[in-house]
């Protein structure tokens, strides 16, 4: 079939004209076409209700729920969207949306019922599933996913604080003396919250000379709450505080200049310190944000006590760096995300570390060895790879921008290796206990609150006006805390959870029956999870492999099994619906009968829809009934001229055995019905966000839910598939946009 033409068949959005010649024995199977639901999931949803709260969950994940959020997973599902879909899936057909919506903030008990997630990443539905009573298998091919979801249920342990505080005394004992300088004001040796680098290119000035300068974003080191902010100067390159930015004396030297000018290079004779350079790109660090006991913190000029300092520490890692635990494995080559490290040259992971930060992780992670309880060990594991993101060459300040002050930009604000222009080296032990990107601060603020939340979770209940009105602890919910070492145990014994490491289209299922599979698969290619893991594996390795020498031994994390698109591992679109299919068979296998399998997606192209309903499709699933949900940090996006929302789609299967042939013309008559049913009753319920919908969630969850009641669908005799019908609904989403209510 060719698609454009059936975009120009004026029949499409016609009303009349859809009755087809083509109708044949098949088409009057009304009743095995549209299925009573087996499932409370397959008949409704309260998406309103749960979106509004995951609302306030997206800018909040570290008080709503703690547990999603002590080590980064890249592009995790909201908790609340998540519960709400496991009490939905688990909930007999005759329970409504509202009845699911009241359980959400009550205790609930799905005892005996088994929830399976084949690809858990940071363990999302694996929290939400044993919470509500549920037991929980769940697979991830990625090892650093499969041990965050491993901690994130994992049993506690009293002594676990004992254990850190010994790591930290010993690890200050060895690393404090390498982050002191000297107060600016009283002279005293303190100590040191951050270093700021800036990058030094070469470049030709206005007589056409080579030179070498500092390249900064602009000359605003940190924005101050009254307007006023700290500046570097251009000529004498010191840090101070000026009342007005835009128009500054220098107090050291006098030099008058404006610090908001943007992308400015200043000319210097010589570097104090090089970081890298040669082939990859040079730093030299130009400031020092001190903390002294007298006269408070503040920012100073790198000056000849902190390059002594940098250079002590560079010589005791020299010494050291055979005793500490330190990746020494190359970057894949080949990648989509590794290939912007690559053309820097940066090919060995160690790389993205200077001197002082590899002597400080290195000793850290050595004292976090010799701790002889593993299950202290493999907490303190997990908090000291959270710390690695804030602790690299690739962080940055967020102070210089006035929206975010006072913390540090981790390297994973964007799902890539973003070249860092100024970048940040944070003092990895802090001098305050709430230093942002700290050891101390995640053990103290992200772990040891997801584990009091692991014991107590706690939900909150909104007012109309979406602030919050009261914080409700979910009495007898818990999360996790029994790992079983097999399916069988888990499910013959008092156990919560069986975690999985492998590809799950091998994960062995034969013997058992699951009640639901809720899950969430990679988004074709918008996120390289193994390219960005790898990252934290390499450390991570230094210290599990002992304890896990199978799931630990690989160098990198890329696998050909990942179910993503990669352009440069030339991973298709077709390889990708095929990965993903394999995985929706062995959830096929898994599933008991009137079980239904629910997941996530999004996407901008109409062609990964499609593939995603062929995998479904050729899986031997169907799907039911599609619901917008609120995602990770999805956008707003403008659609002829008016903001938009885009949504996930949280897609509903179940098994099923299609008999019947459908008629193109026929399938897109409901689709049409079905969206503009659909927005309609957005538009007027008085939800701001459902309004603004973008309707291409709502016009293609109708494709799927028409277009895979059929075994096959037929348009002028030639079988239609499934990204040929995802694309002819394009034009219709463009259509409904613009039609009036
Ligand atoms: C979208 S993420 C899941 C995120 C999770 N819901 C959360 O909130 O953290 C998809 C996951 O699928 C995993 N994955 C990809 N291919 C897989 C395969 N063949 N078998 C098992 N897991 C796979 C990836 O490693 C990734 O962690
Ligand atoms: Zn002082
Ligand atoms: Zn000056």
Known sequence: MNSNNQIEDPRLYQREG??????????????????APNSAIERDFPFREVNRLAESEVYNKHHYRPTNYQHKWWARRLGSVFRTLCISSLSDPETTAEDVWKRYAESNDFEDRVVLDPFMGGGTTGQEATRVGAKFIGADLNPVAWYISRMGLAPQTSILEMHFRQVMNSSNDEIRPYYKTKCPDCGDEVGVQFYLWVENVEYSNIQNERQVGREYDTLVVDHKRNGGATVVCPECHSLSEVKDPETTDCSKCGHHFDATQEDVRVPIDEPNLVFNGGERPAYEPYGVKYDCENCGDGFSKFGDFDIERYEAASERFRELSDELPLPEQSIPEGGEKTRDLHNRNYTKWTHLFNDRQLLALGTLLKNIKNVDDELARHYLTLTFSATLEFNNMFCSYKGADP????????????????????????????TKPRQSGTFRYLYEYRLKRALKFQNEPVERILNGDGTVKEKKSIKGEKIGGAPAESID???????????????????????????????DPPYYDSVQYAELADFFYVWMKQSLEPDFPDIFAPDTVVSEDEAVGNRTREKSLDDYQGLLQGVFETAYDALKEDGPMVFTFHHKEPDAWGAVLEAIDGAGFRVVNTYPVRGENRLSVHINGQRAIQLDSAIVCRKDHKRSTGEW????????????????????SDDEDLSLLDASVVVRGACMTQFSKYEEVINNGEQVNEREAMNCVEDLTHELNNREF
């Open 489 to 519: 145990e888990l499910l013959n014994e008092d156990k919560t959870h069986y975690l999985y490491c492998g590809d799950s289209g091998s994960l062995p299922v034969d013997d058992i029956e699951v009640d639901a599979v809720i899950s």
């Open 18 to 35: 859809t009755q087809s010649e083509h109708v044949g024995p098949h088409m009057n199977m009304e009743s095995e076409e549209d299925l």
């Open 403 to 430: 929206r975010g002050p006072g913390a540090v930009r981790h390297i994973f604000s964007h799902h890539a290796y973003v070249h860092p222009g100024e970048p940040l080296e944070n003092n990895p032990l802090g």
């Open 665 to 684: 013309d026929d399938v897109v008559q409901a689709i049409e019905d079905e969206s503009w049913e659909r927005l309609q009753n957005f538009h007027e």
